[in-house]
């Protein structure tokens, strides 16, 4: 029987565990399209990834991540407190 977790676990989680803060950064990436990957936007608006707002800097992030396998203390900070608007999506895709 697989675990279901709650959106306060995963909160919690973003916001104290890096490899978790990475693994919810490249999940909401893997959800925008190739194309908006690759620009930094979003042009679908398909209720998955990033909005339009943080789209440019949470991609920038998630390809710097992918590239060295870490965020700056810097990008740590911002990507929480970005990724706080995501929980619903993010527990969603921990739950499948």
Known sequence: MSRTWTEDEIRTLVQTNDKVLYGAL??????????????????????????????????????FLERTGFLTPRQKALARKKLKKYNRQLTALANV
């Open 26 to 63: 490249k999940k909401l990436y893997a959800c925008q399209t190739a194309e908006e990957q690759a620009v930094g936007v979003t042009n679908v608006q398909n209720g998955a990834g990033f909005n339009g707002v943080d789209a440019p800097i949470l991609t920038n992030f998630a390809q």
